[in-house]
């Protein structure tokens, strides 16, 4: 086959197919559950927002805006960008639809991002995240209740062994002060520095604690830290933070070289990490970001947010052996000849009125009894509801276990729906 009539996803796009789907729904569900219970609500937003607002939000001089972004010049020639994260896009809607004056907003969000990054396990170009955000609350007893959040999500999960690291950025005025510090630091071991670190030390050097190259791995370790210039009241955030972490027990590392990629934090930042999953260890990721509600042009309001890497999570909970249910039908209909077709897409139905949420698969397609039972065995189906011609003319039906030795009965109609609730119901 040529390559073009050889049909291919995009590289790093994935086709998320039936047979993984059971992961991400229990992954949705469970969150969405949680979501509720904590008092948020669900927001959508574009996938595609103007160019000019990823930059001015994530920053210029960060990985993502300066070579992972999908931008595109539209029809009428503005530069668009699909989203590389959706914070940005939630802080806009949070502006453009006027929900921030004089309003606190706790919102969730989810669905793909895209950044032009090298595939690899855990790493992809189209991804999922499922994000949350909390505008209008300055005080860290929300910094907590954000990170308590995700560690119940992952005990609804069953999911272990997750290290939650924790720091604080302070505020852009004591980062100033950190950031001449460093800027010195690095200047002295300039022929260390790789191209991005040379071009960052004079626009942000904080990037460059950020980097991923282990050959700057050592001179990273030993520059000066952040923690201790941090001012009095970040300070202070901080340690009710941690107080309100060890009150709840939940337990976490201090990791003063937490930076985070983006530009736009302040004070709390933090990271879910794993082992289990080879280099791609972040599995979610948040912070504080007061400043950026203003920087977009809103009021000046507070706001924390968190988002989690869904094919990160669903890895981790594959390489935990975490077993979730798959939607396998409770009854399959098997019908055959045509008299019975007609007659069981009708009692189906009937079923279907009487019996809501119970899932009854009809066998469409066909076929001589014995393939139709083959198929309801390998639907997964606890029972098989089997019409002939006979059966129809005698107005019963064959009720048949397909996972036990209860021998075959025959149901009249009216009695169906009763035999049936009391069996999978
Ligand atoms: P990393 O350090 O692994 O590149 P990041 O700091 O760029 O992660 P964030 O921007 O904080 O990640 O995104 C939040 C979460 O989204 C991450 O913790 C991770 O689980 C997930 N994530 C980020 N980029 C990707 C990607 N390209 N493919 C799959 N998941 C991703
Ligand atoms: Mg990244």
């Known amino acids: ?80 960008t699909l989203r590389p994260e959706v914070t940005a896009g939630l802080v806009r809607a949070m502006i453009s639809n006027g929900l921030l004056h004089n309003q606190r907003q706790k919102v969730w969000c989810m669905g793909p991002m895209f950044r032009h990054e090298r595939p690899q396990k855990g790493r992809y170009r189209q991804f999922h995240q499922i994000d949350v955000e909390a505008f209008g609350f300055a005080g ?24 939650l690291n924790i720091n604080s950025l302070g505020t852009p005025q004591s980062r100033q002060a950190y950031r001449e510090i460093l800027r010195n630091y690095f200047s002295r071991h300039r022929e260390q520095l790789d191209e991005d670190s040379v071009r960052r030390l004079e626009g942000n050097p904080l990037r460059i604690l950020d980097t991923k190259n282990p050959a700057m791995a050592e001179l990273v370790a030993a520059a000066p830290l952040l923690t201790d210039y941090l001012d009095d009241e970040s300070a202070l955030h901080f340690k009710i933070l941690r107080h309100h972490l060890d009150a709840v027990g939940v337990p976490y590392v201090v990791n003063p070289r937490l930076v985070r990629g983006l ?13 289990e999953l ?38 981790l909970m594959q390489v935990q052996g975490i077993q979730v249910q798959t939607q396998q039908p409770d009854v399959y209909v098997v019908l055959v000849g045509e008299g ?64 036990s030795d209860e021998p075959q009965v025959h149901v009249s109609w009216d009695q169906l729906v009763a035999e049936l609730r009391q069996r999978v119901a």
């Open 278 to 315: 080879g280099s791609q260890d972040a599995v979610c990721s948040g912070g504080r970001y007061d400043g950026l509600v203003a920087q977009l042009g809103g009021d000046s309001t507070p706001a924390m947010g968190w988002a989690l890497g869904e094919e990160r999570i669903i890895g």
């Open 263 to 275: 530009d736009y934090y302040t004070r709390t930042v933090f990271e879910w990490v794993t082992t």
């Open 1 to 80: 086959m040529s390559t073009e009539s050889k049909l291919q996803p995009i590289r790093g796009m994935n086709d998320i197919l039936p047979s993984e789907i059971a992961y991400w729904q229990h992954l949705e569900t469970t969150a969405r559950a949680l979501f509720a219970e904590y008092g948020f609500q669900e927001i959508r937003v574009p996938i595609v927002e103007h160019t000019s607002l990823f930059k001015r939000s994530i920053g210029e001089l960060t990985d993502i805006v300066e070579k992972e972004m999908y931008t595109f010049a539209d029809r009428s020639g503005d530069s668009l």
């Open 140 to 163: 860290p007893d929300l910094d907590a209740e954000l990170i308590l959040l995700t560690a119940r999500l992952w005990q609804r999960l069953g999911i272990q062994r997750v290290t």
């Open 340 to 403: 019975a077709e007609a007659v069981g897409l009708k009692l189906s139905e009937q079923l279907r009125s009487q019996l809501p949420g119970v899932r009854i698969e009809t066998n469409c397609g066909g076929g001589s009894f014995k393939s139709q039972l083959k198929r309801a065995d390998k639907s997964g189906a606890r029972y098989a509801l089997i019409l002939g011609d006979s059966e129809t003319e005698q107005q019963v039906i064959g009720l048949k276990s397909l996972r």
